[in-house]
């Protein structure tokens, strides 16, 4: 049975989480996708294809890419390598304390350029992705022509 993971599931969006695919046949290539839906709506999505070990796993903080979104060893490269469907989007977070992002991670069998709804992941799981840790306190700022917030630690 195959398996994706990410460790720790929920993190603060600066920190680095491990990923893992178990259960693949050895040698098997699969397609790992990272896609989230913004607050406007808009879709983002990175894919990156892998050779799983003999073992049947994929870990992208040791194994390099063969191709995709970005090639080589990138720990962090389907969180960073996310693209919008629509050209000239950028991903913003408005709402950083009330949300996390969620970011859902896909495991697909062979190489999977385009996927659409009749293409089933072999497994799936999601990550939270949060920009403030819990008990961070917001100040508006707000000085002359200045507007900002701080945020302060508990």
Do not use: N
Request: aromatic residues 10%.
């Amino acid at each position: 049975m195959v398996e994706v993971t990410v460790t720790p599931q929920s993190s603060l969006a600066d920190r680095p989480v491990q990923v893992q695919v178990r259960g693949l046949s050895p040698s098997q290539l699969v397609t790992l996708r990272a896609s989230l839906t913004d607050e406007q709506g808009e879709c983002f999505q990175a894919r990156a294809f892998f050779r799983a070990d003999g073992a049947g796993e994929v870990d992208p903080g040791c194994r390099a890419a063969l191709g995709g979104s970005y090639a080589g060893v990138w720990p962090m490269g389907l969180f960073w390598f996310l693209q919008p469907d629509t050209l000239f989007r950028r991903l913003v977070k408005r709402d950083v304390a009330g949300s996390p992002f969620r970011v859902r991670l896909e495991v697909f069998d062979g190489l999977c350029l385009v996927t659409g709804p009749q293409d089933q992941p072999l497994a799936s799981c999601e990550a939270e992705r949060w920009y403030v840790c819990p008990g961070m306190q917001r100040v508006p700022v707000r000085e002359g022509r200045v507007r900002g917030a701080l945020f302060l630690p508990p």
